[in-house]
């Protein structure tokens, strides 16, 4: 075979496969075996020199010539071929801009939070002002201010988690200890609310967390009395579930109050009937209260002979659930949007 015709062959061949090729990785190999360093036509022209004197002209002429050939028609198809990939790119991703957006969506409080914002605007009515307090707290504030001793068995009540040993810091079980530490900054005439969240060691069920928000209240003043009590919680009552709910009264203990009441509205649920959030009862409690404790006051340098108080703390999402016919404590910290958005309301 001459060289013109090693030309004609290598020519033939490499404009057929050129365009069989149909991705741009086939026609980078396709560069490879032709044009490259270790190509069919690169080591051909490397030969030329070991060809018979006579043939070299022609064959370095034919070689270059195709050479040429080769390359020119190599980017023509790599032009084509990318040309082809963003028409599909573009056909694929387009973006219809008249189609409508997706509105955003949007958040809303959650309905413990709103219970808490209800109760500081229901309050706030009734001269008090919210204030807050730390969710860690000393034992000191948590048990000893409040009348409960170190090691008296009233401290069961509250299963305690303890943050470290010998358990001097605690997860407040109540958001009664913010009582010392408001008092202990302010002098008489007080009244305020703190609403928060406490923790206690305890199994849950229907009406029982083991993280929940309680509203503290407590009004210290000269001549406070258990009428002022019961009328600002049935008022509270009225104005959080309407006039048509029945609240109830009955004595309680807790060692803070002197004396102690346990406040409870008939259940939502079941209508007064009796189910398993009331426990049969009809009825569901919503907060421990009664007046201060002289020991309490004397704690914190109040006179108990001239100055008396009450204080309440609520349940907020035993309110919430009264309010709102939910049958389970545990739907509020259960984090189910299906849940959530039925308390959703425009901010
Ligand atoms: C009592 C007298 C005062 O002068 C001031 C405050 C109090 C209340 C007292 N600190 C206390 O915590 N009482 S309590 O243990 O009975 O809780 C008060 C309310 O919190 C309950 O009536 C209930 O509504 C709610 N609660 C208590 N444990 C709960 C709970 N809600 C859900 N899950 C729990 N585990």
Redesign the pocket.
Known sequence: MTAEDTINDMRMRATKHLAEAGSREEIIAWERAFLGPKGELTLFLRRLASLPVDERPTAGRGGNALKTELTEAWNARHAALVAGDLEQRLATDAVDVTLPGRPPILGAAHPVSQMIDELSEIFALLGFQTVFGPEVETAHYNFDVLNIPKDHPARD??DTFYVDLPGEIVLRT???PMQGRVMEQTQPPVRVVVPGRVY?Y?AQDA????M?H?L?GLAVDRAITMADLKGTLSEMARQLFGSERRTRFRCDF?P??EP?V?FAVDCAICGGAGCRVCKGSGWL??????M?HPNVLRAVGYDPDVYSGF?????I??LTMMRSGVDD?RAFAGNDLRFLRQFARAA
């Open positions: 009540v509250w109540h958001t009664s206690r305890e009406s029982h967390e083991w929940l309680q503290e807790f803070f109050v102690g346990d409690e919503m907060g421990g209260a009664g201060v204080a309440f703390g609520l349940g999402e035993r404590v």
